[in-house]
């Protein structure tokens, strides 16, 4: 997935010089890589901009992988002069050294960029593995892992006004085009920006109109640090679903951003039966959830009742 | 695409017997050969009586390619007892022989079923070969192959009440997927049952829920003729789509069904737009038309222009 973009020598069509760049086939662009970089930033301002998603006064807490998504993200919001402070959850994955790797990466590029960095490890906090947890809780992992660390990184940036996350295009079309397939409820909460709900903090993916394979190269043009290491553990429908999306862009390129945007223009159009999710806080943590303990605290029970 | 479902001994959940049989994977189901052949007539005809598609004093007129679904969809309704006649457009494709081996099965399950057969040559009707046709209206090959066959079906059929065709739940999910994929207006008129209006027949899809690998064995047990040949001209994204949904089946049983249905169930719940296709007749033809002039009289003025 997510192939690097071949470079050549081109006329940029917005410097108009003849340099060293690429094809971006999908706008069907040819620019050089100093135009790309500002291109793909002035794309980021846009969406954060169109969604209103948070302002300079803001105190944004950028949950960071390690990944390219994510040290873009960081990257370009620090550029563009937004207030933003790194969190990093190492998530103990040791198959091929994933975990560390990550946490490595993210340490280089915080001391690079001279950015403010926390740093928590999951399996701290759930006292076991996530393969394990996964197999407690009779989910996929990818499944458990993205919920806690969802829970965590909200209990974290309490003093925060929004936390930021690096889903890219590829994610938001993967999982739009998944919840169409199942018809799932989910589609009803899927936006850019979700504002703030008491326990849970406002959330913004200001990634969501690029692809990967431009997260890759802006970070490879910048030379940022980032593992390059998919997740080792990943799999399951969103694999399935993202790589749909992928081999969808390739073929017919321009589809995929016409298919999310579209969704974006027409979802207000849909008349969904009235069966609101209702939000509670949890009976255990206070954290907003539509059960009477939230996910957290119920793997949390069932792992203490097995050591 | 569409292979071919492995036959073994098995115990058949439908009589209990252990005879040769099938595994269906979407419906988590064994059973014997024979058993197949009532369960997929079943489901057939539950289809035409969900859908209200017809009856059995209508006169249906049955498009058949000559390829696996249509030849299925022939041998069904007859034993099913419904008043049938076949039509066939010989399309003159003579690439690897197409046409003429399409016509031959059609010809050969025509004579062996005793059933009345008129065939049209598409190319008498519009007086060049259907890749040129393309050229001129600088559309898509499938599309406007499948553009002139429906007006000249619709035109010889004005005795009939209904005209049904092969067309499958691959075939219908293909083209919803599609419709999602770029929001388009077509996904209003998807149904499988569409009813008659004014100059325009009925038309129904009995096998809008059953898989194409169903209709091969189908076809293969009751050594059925037919043309065994995909159309050497097919391609494009009607192709890509309908690739993806028999992956998607492959790898997560049940779930085509469950797309198809799902949007089935909540069609009404989509509040489109009211901008309404208004159709009105062709001022040369009178078929109902969105634009003036029908796309098919279009096509032949196109051509009497060249010749």
């Known amino acids: 997935m997510s192939e690097k973009i071949k470079k050549d020598l081109i006329r940029c069509r917005l410097c108009q010089e003849i340099k060293e760049g690429?094809?971006?086939?999908?706008?069907?662009?040819?620019?050089?890589?100093?135009?790309?970089?500002?291109?793909?930033?002035?794309?980021?301002?846009?969406?954060?901009?169109?969604?209103?998603?948070?302002?300079?006064?803001?105190?944004i807490a950028v949950a960071i992988s390690g990944g390219k998504d994510s040290v873009a993200l960081a990257k370009v919001l620090k550029d563009l002069g937004y207030n933003i402070n790194l969190f990093h959850i190492n998530t103990g994955i040791d198959d091929e050294n994933y975990a560390e790797n990550s946490e490595k990466a993210v340490k280089k590029f915080a001391e690079k960029e001279n950015l403010p960095l926390k740093i928590l490890n999951l399996k701290d906090e759930i006292k076991i593995d996530i393969k394990l947890a996964a197999k407690i809780s009779k989910k996929e992992i990818c499944g458990v892992c993205g919920m806690v660390k969802r829970y965590l990184l909200n209990r974290e940036v309490k003093d925060f006004d929004v936390i930021v996350t690096g889903h890219t295009l590829d994610d938001e079309a993967g999982s739009l085009l998944s919840s169409l397939i199942f018809w799932k409820e989910f589609m009803k909460r899927q936006w850019p920006v979700l504002k703030e709900e008491e326990s849970l903090k406002k959330r913004a993916k200001p990634l969501t109109l690029v692809f990967e394979k431009e997260t890759k190269l802006f970070c490879e043009i910048l030379k940022l640090p980032y593992?390059?290491?998919?997740?080792?553990?990943?799999?399951?429908?969103?694999?399935f679903f993202k790589n749909f999306i992928y081999t969808l862009e390739e073929e017919m390129p321009s589809s995929v951003l016409s298919f999310y945007k579209g969704f974006l223009k027409r979802k207000k159009e849909f008349k969904w039966e009235e069966k609101k999710i209702k939000l509670e806080p949890c009976q255990r943590c206070g954290y907003l959830t539509s059960a009477k303990i939230c996910s957290f605290c119920r793997l949390k029970e069932k792992i203490s009742n097995l050591l």
Chains 1, 2 share one sequence.
């Not at 390059?228 to 799999?235: A, F, H, I």
């Open 227 to 239: 593992n390059p290491q998919p997740c080792p553990l990943r799999g399951g429908p969103y694999l």
């Open 22 to 59: 690429v094809y971006l086939k999908s706008y069907n662009l040819k620019v050089c890589l100093n135009c790309f970089l500002n291109f793909f930033k002035k794309r980021v301002e846009k969406t954060i901009e169109k969604f209103k998603m948070f302002d300079k006064k803001e105190k």
